[in-house]
């Protein structure tokens, strides 16, 4: 398949090139966080140019703390941003995949949150993700909506992977506190890319929860970091009121492919596997 891509320097978006390419599909990708051009003049005519069938829109603010700050700009960047996409999509033809949040469901449940649980997003950022979801929604039913967890990926250097964050945090300290109230799912962004291309080949549509298996506190998580490290630094669980932010994240982020099960898609990694073998692949 010929395949357009926003935000194919991220976290994600880079391991979904990369997992095109693997598969035999031709990868177009293309900036939109470019000073100085039409972007949107600009993407139609590398869509037309491309032959593209497919658009994934994977390009976003995802600075959640930032976006809290400035709501405009995040409602620009995310919401405008995507309508504009959306808009293009359909009128050429082509299908649209999104890149959503498990962060859109909100913070009122103590257990995961499936696709049949109601949207109720705490911050600026998870609510400009939920307005996409439904502008997306209400202009075409040919979508693919993927609404992942707490990210991680690539190699040391790349600024958003928490994994390396957290290794470099360890090796110049002896303890680091985190966070025992707050839940989510880890997520490969070399599984969860995968999953996303699989969809598209086999026309998934509509929204799917897609993260890695089985939940964790944010405590259990950075203490797998480390362990799997062999690192000597002490992992001590701390209460959510001792991180100050400015974005009232939700504690509980956490989902189940319940989607994605039911119509027999094989389960993704446990995030406890994936991340070892992420670990032990990244320090070899
Ligand atoms: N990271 C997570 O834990 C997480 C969790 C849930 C959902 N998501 C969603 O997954 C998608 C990919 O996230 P990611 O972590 O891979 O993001 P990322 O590493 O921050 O990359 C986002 C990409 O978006 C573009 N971009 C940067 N700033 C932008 C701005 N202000 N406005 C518009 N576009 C901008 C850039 O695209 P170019 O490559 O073209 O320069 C950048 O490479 C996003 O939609 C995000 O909301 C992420």
Known sequence: MKIILTGSNGLLGSSIKNILIERGHICFPYSINRQGIDWNIDLRNNVLNSNSEVLIHAAANTDVEACERDPLACFNDNTLTTELVAKLAFELGLKLVFISSTGVYGNYKNTPYSENDECHPTTIHHKSKRISEELITSLSISNLIIRTGWLYGG??????????????????KEIIFSNIEQFGNPCFNDDIALRIVEMIENESMGIFNCVNDKVASRFDYVRAIIECTGLKTKVLPATADKFIRSAPVSNNEAAVNLRAEKLNYTPLPDWSVSLSKYIDSLLS
């Open 155 to 172: 190699s040391m250097d790349v600024k958003k992977n928490f994994v390396a964050q957290r290794i470099i945090e360890a090796k110049n």
